[in-house]
């Protein structure tokens, strides 16, 4: 790279037009915006432009074709950089350039509008802290509590939420407070210690402009009753998590549980982003917003996705006291999932052979920071994926259902995420979402219990939330043009004509013709088909499809005129159905952060009333969980699992999976038996070597054996 | 034992009551009945007698306190015998004995009421192949079909169904008839070959007495369609599973992953049923009709649940097409689910170190039969158990979930289900089931589909139907005085008063007082509590409790006066409450086969309208599984996975798995770096050790470091 006065460009690479920017590149757009805007910037983000539909699949037929070459026209490499220009008055204005990499030059600036808000940077978190030890209003807030010095004060940054109605708003970052022990180890768990004080920042002005003071009363007591203010912790007690101030020892009986792949993991990866396992093939990219996202995911060579993606979330707290109705984050919007992300350890994460990737995000200037370890790739065994024993010779035929599992996780404050792609054999592609870390609290008074929550530590009150998730799903099933159908299994009354013994059901299929909201409807088993009209089963002669059967999760809670509810319309269906428009990823519009409703979300898209039926179509699941705390979430939880699980459904002629080895794996070991126990009667195509492929299993089936066929030539009498 | 003239007693022993019999108990229990009744007789099933609740848990009080003794008072061990007397003109009683094993003397005698059948038996599947072999109806059916003599008849024998209304009808069985080709590898899938009849068979007198004509028509014939009889497998293909008869090879790229551990399982098993497991204590029982049963589950010393079982499952066909309403399984009440388990594979059926038992089953002459390795025991890892990193320090904290797997699979005919009681460290119990084996197909004619299921294969139309499951959980909530509670989250109104900003929603409890039928109700999350009134969690003033969320499955589809729904009562709604009473462990009530309705099963129960609050009570969960088969469920399905799963509410304190060590798996591998690769950033209390427990991970979280705490003295100004 020069950096001289000519224009500085990227090295010439053949970089996948779908990968993260190098270093080099993110310094190429740097350069690119500092040289044309004379002004101090702070920067947000610098990432890959992924290229127009209509580009990208052209180069992508070329890729699958197998033709590529140095030749190849491929779409112009751009990035994109978003940044703040700071004016001598303090004001801020929000701007989005894209860079042309080869050129090192501006090719489009965007000037976004001035009523909206972009997410929140790490910069702003951490001047929060600072802000606050400078603001008297907050120390005299502080003084006013008259804690025990033993006591450090930690605060938990939070974007503002949704503002009141009227609520006049510039940029505002609120604090959410707790007092930590000092002297001790620097993670002890402040969060036993909540403060019932919320410090609000005017964040480009860094100043606290107001101290919300919070209710800290039981069902007893109205919404607006304030709290002595005195002796507000003197109830609570530590509640740590960290294995060294743990109050008990630690468990001594769980013993190693190791995942030894000693030829090395069935995948592989090349070209910085292509993933081959198992017959699917796909590249896996990485954005500030929304982490890891997958993209021309195939499998067999046939196109099932062409982008998959968690898109958003909002947390909207239950607890109707003010100023609780802003506690509702945007986890994607508001903070950014790739931003977010944990850097993965071995051997802690996920077992076995491991693939890690990082991500390449920028600091306030704009300089390149890799973030190490964000994604793993790894495989695991999912248990028993098909078996079938004929009753009649006893011989089991039994396949294990491996997995490949495309894993980030997301530190927001207090809670975690972690989100898996997870690939199996039979066709399948499960999102997995565990939701972990530490429940939010609030201060509540002695010896007494809320209706908002529940008491899961002295003093600490766990307020009642949801968490409402938003998953992209473009897909391509064999092609752009698809269809989405629902279909439902409907009684039929039993009459002498379509249903005499009354046992018949129907199942009724309705195409979605124009971009539309579905609601879940499991009492119907209403089941989502994204189906390629063009292309029929030649078996069953209907379309190919691939299928998912949307949670019937609770949906928002918050009244529908409520600002926590307009900001999330996307919260208010299971699934919606939109026409593809490039860049339109987010389910609740780009900008979240104070919005007052959903603004470019899947809502305004659906409203466009497009045509959906044969065209490029995006459906967008909803799913969520409605946490009423248990006292066992506390302090960290136990995961709780979501997987919204998209399968085949008459894509394929056969089980996908019919070839997958029925493999004895060698290494297990019986208790009680010697290691090559008689349990396992292996037929003769077994080759006997340590986890060999290619073997089969025969296990006898007791008491059902025995019952053999009848020759033709007996029952036709020759 | 003694053979001579004596009363028959087994062997002084202190197996524990919930022990399956010895086959020397077996042995006394069989002498016994033989004593007594001088007739020929057909063996069912003997097996041990659960004592009654009273008895039992006074002794395993004793056995809690750590006093049982050689001394110790226990209850009676009796088997139950279940048999049929054979009369000479072959008409059949069904009888059941109770054998007081000390004594070997029958203690009690039941005359089934002669209205009902009970399960099929192995001799009655096999009879069924003999007795169409002499039919010369069957013959002849055959004959009209013209099948080229490369075919052999495979008949997979079924329990006839329901009776239509007014058919007088005694002991039938009916046969599914597939063709198997001939001169090929014994275990070539007939099913790929459906033949459009069904000869019924009188059981008891084993004769053919009638041949049901199917039709083979599509979405344009009527429901009576016949088929020509001609030709009806010349456009049928083969379709095969078993490897050596792929047309594909067999998967090459699959390399082995493996489950080592080295310390051997962190399960000990004891006294025959006892297993102690990561704070868990249960036994396990084995029954002929449930299969694995657990007792007497306790964590931490405090009592769970008293029994949990599988308890019915019905698979309705949702073809109108007669006599298709009579393709309606009732799996454990027909056939068993214990004497249809599969004998399990060390390193197929599961990874790991694994425990096998067996279970005592009895031939028809009443004499011991061991059905070896029917329930596997092992451990496996579950992904993240919880974790938070703490974004000031870098801190992060994350365990791995181990479970406890307690898993069996049964074979019936065509199908499998793979049932797991899996238990993990957070105080969860999950009950898994799995469908998968080889969906149920029916003749349909060239080039035609079909309203009523899908065409999977040429000439083979797999029809729509529905798997309902029934769980029976007593639980036993920190003592047996328990209360049902549901719980939902409803919205509220925005209001000035109580909901001013339209953020806030109500959780709204109710105790089941009167035994009742609960429907689940997703959208408003309901979620079922079984509480302990008498306990209050010290922290949140609640009742101790452990809950489940009732999956929204759709339930019975037939409609509510056909014969087939009237025989599963218990799948109209997801969840019974019932008062306690011995021996009520059944759905569908004790006798399914050929039911005309359901009698002793749950509706029965809650119509005694019990008072149910702080009382014994049982909860029922009921789901289920409308398949509409697709193209890739064939020929062998993909495994469709259910969970139950059962967490502890507000039981515990806190986070039950605080104290599983987060231990870093040193034999995991990265992949590009080297094996003490430097990603992982291990805390000072790591011990170094391959595997070993008590070290702690700290990994460090990217992008969200570094804004750190405030101490109170610096704001307090001093």
Chains 1, 2 share one sequence.
Not at 633 to 640: K, L
Request: contains cysteine.
């Amino acid at each position: 790279m020069s950096a001289a006065n000519g224009p500085i460009v990227a090295k010439k690479t053949h970089k996948h037009p779908l990968d993260q920017l190098s270093g080099d590149e993110v310094e190429v757009a740097r350069q690119a915006v500092l040289k044309v805007r004379k002004a101090h910037l702070i920067f947000r983000n610098i990432y890959t432009v992924e290229p127009p539909k209509a580009e990208l699949v052209e180069f992508l037929k070329a890729e699958h074709a197998g033709t590529v070459s140095a030749d190849t026209p491929r779409p112009p490499r751009q990035a994109r950089v978003q940044y703040d220009v700071v004016y001598d008055d303090q004001s801020h204005e929000y701007l989005e350039s894209i860079v042309d990499l080869a050129t090192g030059s501006e090719v489009n600036l965007k000037r976004v509008d001035t009523g909206v808000q972009q997410s929140l940077t790490l910069d702003e978190f951490k001047e929060f802290n600072e802000v606050c030890v400078e603001s008297e209003m907050f120390k005299q807030a502080i003084k006013e509590l008259d804690l025990d010095e033993k006591f450090d004060i930690a605060i938990d940054p939070w974007p503002y939420g949704g503002p009141d109605v009227g609520e006049i708003t510039p940029r505002y970052t609120q604090g959410l407070c707790f007092a930590k022990r000092r002297h001790e180890n620097p993670d002890t768990n402040h969060y036993a210690f909540p403060l019932p004080i919320i410090p609000v920042m005017d964040t480009n002005k860094k100043e606290i402009i107001r101290i919300d003071r919070l209710a800290t009363g039981g069902t007893e007591d109205g919404l607006e009753y304030g709290t002595a203010d005195k002796n507000v912790l003197e109830h609570c007690r530590p509640a740590e998590y960290v294995p060294e101030l743990l109050d008990i020892p630690l468990r001594k009986d769980l013993k190693p549980l190791n995942v030894l792949q000693p030829d090395g993991p069935s995948f592989t990866m090349s070209d910085d982003s292509l993933i081959e396992w198992q017959k699917w093939r796909f590249r896996v990219g990485f954005t500030p917003r929304e982490g890891a996202v997958l993209h021309d995911v195939h499998y067999d060579g046939r196109s099932v996705l062409y982008r998959l993606s968690l898109s958003e979330m909002t947390v909207p707290y239950g607890d109707p006291r003010p100023p609780f109705q802003r506690k509702q984050a945007f986890d994607f919007g508001d903070s950014g999932a790739g931003r977010a992300a944990n850097n993965l350890a071995l051997g802690c994460d996920c077992l076995g052979v491991i693939k890690y990737f990082d991500g390449m995000l920028v600091d306030s200037e704009g300089r390149p920071s890799v973030s190490k370890n964000v994604v793993c790739i790894h495989e695991q065994d999912n248990g028993i994926g098909w078996k079938h024993t004929d009753f009649r010779t006893n011989r089991a035929v039994v396949t294990r259902s491996r997995e490949l599992v495309v894993q980030f996780i997301i530190t927001l404050a207090n809670y975690e995420y972690i989100f898996a792609f997870k690939f199996d054999q039979a066709g399948g592609i499960t999102v997995e979402t565990r939701a972990t870390g530490i429940v939010s609290v609030v201060n509540i008074d002695p010896g007494k219990v809320s209706p908002y929550g529940n008491v899961v530590s002295p003093g600490a009150l766990a307020q009642n939330h949801q968490h409402i998730f938003a998953v992209r799903i473009d897909p391509a099933i064999d092609g752009h043009a698809n269809t989405i159908f629902t279909e439902e299994s409907l009684p039929v009354p039993m009459n002498p004509k379509t249903n005499p013994f009354g046992n018949g059901y129907e199942v009724v299929r309705k195409p979605v013709t124009k971009s539309s909201a579905i609601h879940a409807s499991p009492f119907t088993n209403l089941t989502v088909k994204m189906a390629n009209p063009n292309k029929i089963n030649p078996i069953s002669q209907r379309p190919v499809a691939y299928k998912f059967i949307p949670s019937p999760s609770q949906l928002m809670l918050a009244d529908p005129e409520s600002i926590v509810a307009k900001r999330a319309a996307f919260a208010h269906h299971h699934v919606w159905v939109t026409k593809y428009r490039d860049e339109e990823l987010f389910a609740a519009g780009e900008f979240t952060n104070q919005s007052l409703k959903e603004i470019g979300g899947v809502a305004d898209a659906v409203a466009r009333n497009d045509k959906v039926d044969n065209e490029d179509v995006v459906v967008w699941n909803v799913f969520g969980l409605t946490h009423n705390p248990r006292v066992e979430d506390w302090p960290v939880m136990p995961v709780e699992i979501h997987q919204l699980e998209l399968k085949p459904a008459d894509f394929f002629e056969r089980n996908p999976a019919l070839d997958v080895p029925g493999t004895k794996n060698l290494s297990s070991v019986e208790i009680g038996r010697d290691e090559n126990g008689t349990c396992c009667h292996t037929d003769g195509t077994t080759n006997g070597t340590a986890n060999g492929n290619g073997s089969v299993q025969a296990a006898p089936t007791s008491h059902l054996q025995g019952t053999g066929s009848i020759r033709v030539a007996d029952v036709n009498g020759h």
